[in-house]
Each structure stands twice: as C-alpha cells, then as structure tokens.
Nanobody, 125 residues
Framework: QVQVTESGGGLVQAGDSLKLSCTSSTLTFGAWPMGWFRQAPGKEREVVSCIDADSDAKYYIDSVKGRFTISRDNAKNTIDLQMVSLKPEDTAMYHC??????????????????WGQGTQVTVSA
C-alpha cells in the first residue's frame, strides 16, 4: 500500500512562515513530477505548486507566486513547500501528490494518483 506523509502545518499569524514536507517509504518520488494541492472547507481543490522530476520546471498558482517555493530532494525522497508571508486565505488542508502533466504554466493532478492525509495550515488575521 502506497503511503505519502505530509508534515509541517500549524496555526500561525498572517505574515508568518511555514515549511511543509512530504515523504514516503513506499513511493519513490524521483520517478514522478510532484506537487502540493490544498482544499479548504466548502471550496474546490486547488493545485498550489508543482515540480518536475529534475526540478527544471516549477509551477505556482498566481495567488502564491513570490511567497511559496517548492523544492525536492530525490536522494532523501522529500518534497518541500516553503511558505512565507502567509495570508488568512492560505488556510486549508495541504496535500502532497503525484502529478500527471505539468509545465511552468500548468499543472494537473494524476487522476488515480497518490496523496496523503494532509497537513492543516491555519493562518489567523
């Protein structure tokens, strides 16, 4: 059974920073483009950021450009999301997931892909 584990979320104030991390003992990330998506209660899932297998291409949704940075370490099998200048609208459950297709301008989750239980990010005003 494939397991993906996200960590690093928390309750912070607007303007603070958090670093989310993702790892797996059963899935080798190096073979996949990977990404982070978020979902808040009552809202649709939103792909936040993606990175290709070689870290050559990165995608960011407009609302996080300049504030979030995605990175990966294939040797350690980790995917990180550094978030700075957090805003209340960033509040959501964040999930690390396998990606189907991506470019610097586009990113799509894999239809039958893998993601974990998520890590909650709550930003107070």
């Amino acid at each position: 059974q494939v397991q993906v584990t996200e960590s690093g979320g928390g309750l912070v104030q607007a303007g603070d920073s958090l670093k989310l991390s993702c790892t797996s003992s059963t899935l080798t990330f190096g073979a996949w483009p990977m990404g982070w998506f978020r979902q808040a209660p009552g809202k649709e899932r939103e792909v936040v950021s993606c990175i290709d297998a070689d870290s050559d291409a990165k995608y960011y949704i407009d609302s996080v450009k300049g504030r979030f940075t995605i990175s990966r370490d294939n040797a350690k099998n980790t995917i990180d999301l550094q978030m700075v200048s957090l805003k209340p609208e960033d509040t959501a459950m964040y999930h690390c997931a396998t990606i189907s297709v991506m470019s610097a301008d586009f990113c799509q989750l894999e239809r039958d892909g893998y993601w974990g239980q998520g890590t909650q990010v709550t930003v107070s005003a």
